[in-house]
């Protein structure tokens, strides 16, 4: 039993240990105060030390201090399986398997930022399981190519849908104590030349249609880190940019998060120190012992970072602007003490990723074979290698090492019954390699081709599930593909099988639009994003009609290659070209964004030229009816505003979902201005025959452009029209308005 005095003593020591306690461990003390005394107690080589890599994911906290070390992961459609310390290889953990969420393109596609909020919490959770601090994603680089290998890591072409879909991603994901990393500022357009490659971009294009997303993501997401692009911009490397990182990120965004490399993209001391950067990652070290040639120190920010302090060559405050910025990172994420727990691979994330999935799917055509009735008994084939191959596995870093995987042809088998369903390969495309492909003999193709073809006459109906796939030169990391066709000779494929056999349901799973020769030769095609550990349920399901398809393209397919607007321009727009002769081939290729403003949807329009399935577009299995939109007055101050309200009705037969898109437009502008653009759009699920009003406010600051010269945003006034409906290309209810001076 203790006494009074020795209680008193007790109570007298504990409130001395709490008095004494270091304000940076005080959870309740303000953030800033908590950085501001960790810094107080570090030394220079600590700080220096938390400002580069200590294995390829993860980065040194203070070990004398008790500050945890941050642990990072690749993102961004799951967490992926641990990496060894020191390379590249897979560490071959047992417990580290995933769910594979939908890929971002699909998000996207789903045009619904309840399913953002939702994938960010659910991967946000089995990244918090995994004592991840850091998880390197989401991407919003804007899709300006179709042959960038990487479009299906991102949201699409249009700016304003991925702004507004990247933000809950972002809230929801930092709500278990692991930051967003968003990825890859700026430009990183292409993976050709991705880590040299000088990006030329006018002022306008940059702030309309390429920044955007990560201002929103920044500034509405609130984001803890972002990551900076491999290529150039203004001839100096995006991830020590000083214009990027330091004017516009920090200075015109507030932003006070921290800013990572991507891997291997720091390239000079001093500009990583001055120009906004903290952490240098993607190093490594032959050894970690005394006798090492070199070590995770030998890098950019690292030993030289140091001696170039001490000799008073760079400024105490370069240190401490990176180091403040990282603590903040650590007391938000891996000293956060208010961070839930975490789950994985659960139920709960399961039924996510199918809802996302179910959601994503683009049903471009339909001439009313597709849904196709289970009870029917129809003998089906499946052709097509993605009906059988895991695609969570190849693209590059988005990879992952999935629990489960429902295949499409499992999924149409259990849909179907497996006696009624047959599958033929059609063709091989080889194992998901980085930077190399197997070749398959033609004569191999060639046979498998001829099987599809002959067992297609017997079936009554065809699925075909063909499209890209994750090997390099498809839809794939540091590559991009080669041509706008889809590869292994589908083209000829689809077109023997659609004259074999006339009811074939194209059901293609790509990152990317692809041409379509034979589109119009089919009754029916879907566009599927690559939708993860439950994707093949969820193609299953649409075919069947147990879900009824409502996702609209994120991005346009065109006809042909170069009626994209990055194509239509000589080789300088794309891939660039090597302006010193004599330079290696990597050696700093120049690009000019000759497209500038008018990417995507903008381009189609504006130069009226159709996209085969244009921006936005995608059908249910029932119909939609626009009625005459109202407007709440004619004129609009400078600073004011007017509503605009159009009913909906549902006039087919079944219950639908309908993404009621708004675009505005400059009728008559002193600049060239894109015929419309997105500023507003509403998911809603109809019954058969109801009606839904759909308002949207109009605010001035929807109708303007950048003004490059007086670097701000201006809307002239006169009139503008509002185009309301179902896709970029089919707007039939329109108003018109004026902007007064
Ligand atoms: C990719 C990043 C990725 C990083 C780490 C880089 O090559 O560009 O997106 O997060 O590797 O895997």
Redesign the pocket.
């Known amino acids: 039993m203790k006494t009074p005095i020795i209680s008193l003593l007790l109570a007298a020591s504990a409130q001395f240990a709490m008095a004494q306690a270091p304000v940076y461990l005080d959870h309740n003390a303000p953030i800033e105060d908590r950085v501001e005394d960790a810094l107080s107690r570090m030394t220079l080589d600590e700080k220096v030390a938390m400002c580069h890599a200590q294995s390829k994911f993860s980065s040194p906290g203070v070990p004398r201090l008790g500050i945890p070390e941050l642990w990072m992961s690749?993102?961004p459609h799951g967490v992926r399986a641990e990496i060894n310390w020191n390379d590249w290889g897979y560490s071959d953990w047992t417990n580290d398997s995933v769910t594979a969420f939908p890929a971002l393109t699909a998000l996207a596609a789903t045009w619904n930022p309840e399913m953002s909020a939702l994938y960010g919490k659910s991967v946000g959770e089995e990244a918090r399981y995994r004592e991840k601090d850091v998880l390197?994603g989401p991407g919003v680089n804007i899709y300006r190519t179709p042959l960038n290998g990487r479009n299906f890591e991102y949201m699409g072409e249009d700016p304003y849908l991925a702004s507004v879909m990247v933000v809950p991603y972002i809230q929801e994901l930092q709500k278990n104590g692991v930051a967003a990393c968003v990825?890859?500022f700026a430009l990183n357009n292409q993976e050709q030349w991705r880590g040299n490659i000088n990006a030329n971009v006018s002022d306008r294009a940059l702030y309309e249609i390429y920044l955007p997303a990560f201002k929103a993501a920044v500034q509405e997401g609130g984001a803890w880190s972002i990551?900076g692009a491999?290529n150039k911009i203004w001839n100096q490397h995006c991830c020590h940019n000083k214009r990027l990182l330091n004017d516009i990120l920090r200075g015109e965004w507030g932003f006070d998060g921290v800013v990572i490399t991507?891997?291997g993209g720091a390239h000079d001391t001093k500009e990583a120190a001055l120009n906004g950067l903290d952490i240098e990652m993607g190093s490594y070290t032959n050894g970690l012992t005394s006798e090492s040639e070199f070590t995770y120190d030998d890098y950019y920010l690292g030993k030289n970072f140091r001696e170039m302090i001490q000799r008073g060559e760079l400024p105490d405050s370069a240190v401490d602007a990176k180091v403040r910025n990282i603590l903040r990172l650590v007391f938000r994420t891996s000293l956060n003490d208010k961070k839930p727990l975490g789950s994985l691979h659960t139920q709960a994330h399961y039924d996510a990723a199918k809802a996302i999935g179910d959601e994503s799917i683009v049903l471009l055509k339909n001439s009313g074979i597709l849904p196709l009735d289970p009870a029917a008994g129809k003998k089906i084939l499946v052709v097509g290698d993605n009906a059988v191959r895991r695609l969570s596995d190849g693209g590059?870093?988005s990879e992952l090492k999935v629990k489960d995987y429902v295949s499409p042809l499992q999924a149409i088998r259990d849909a179907f019954g497996a006696d009624n369903v047959e599958f033929a390969q059609g063709y091989l495309a080889g194992r998901p390699m980085y930077g190399r492909i197997d070749e398959i003999p033609a004569s191999v193709q060639d046979s498998l081709r001829r099987q599809a073809v002959d067992m297609a006459r017997n079936a009554d109906v065809v699925i075909y599930i063909g499209g890209l796939n994750k090997n390099a030169y498809e839809d794939c990391?540091s590559t991009d593909r080669k041509g706008y066709d889809l590869s292994y000779d589908q083209n000829t494929l689809i077109s023997e099988l659609a004259k074999a056999n006339p009811n074939i349901i194209i059901a293609n799973i790509t990152g990317n639009a692809y041409a379509m020769p034979w589109a119009d030769n089919v009754p029916a095609i879907m566009h599927i994003g690559y939708l993860g550990t439950m994707g093949g349920a969820s193609v299953a399901d649409a075919i069947a009609g147990r879900i009824n398809p409502s996702g609209k393209l994120p991005y346009s397919i065109p006809v042909r290659l170069q009626d994209n607007g990055a194509h239509a321009f000589d080789v300088n727009s794309y891939p660039g070209v090597i302006t010193k002769p004599g330079d290696k081939v990597d050696n700093c290729p120049e690009q000019q964004y000759k497209e500038d403003i008018l990417v995507g949807y903008r381009w189609h329009d504006t130069k009226k030229i159709p996209a085969r399935y244009a921006f936005g577009h995608g059908l249910s299995y029932t119909d939609f009816t626009y009625g005459k939109p109202v407007l709440s007055a004619k004129e609009m101050a400078a600073d004011g505003s007017l509503t605009v309200t159009v009913p909906v009705t549902n006039t087919g037969k079944r219950e639908g979902a309908e993404v009621v898109q708004l675009y505005v437009g400059d009728d008559k502008a002193s600049v060239l201005r894109p015929v419309k653009e997105l500023k507003g759009f509403e998911k809603i699920t109809l019954k058969p025959g109801e009606t839904r009003e759909v308002s949207f406010t109009v605010t001035p600051d929807m109708l303007k452009y950048f003004d490059d010269a007086a670097h701000e945003w201006r809307a002239e006034p006169g009139s503008f029209t509002l185009y309301i409906g179902g896709a970029s290309d089919n707007t039939p209810a329109k108003a018109r308005f004026t902007l007064a001076k």
């Open positions: 690749d993102g390197l990825k890859h990551m491999y991507d891997w590059g870093s990391e």
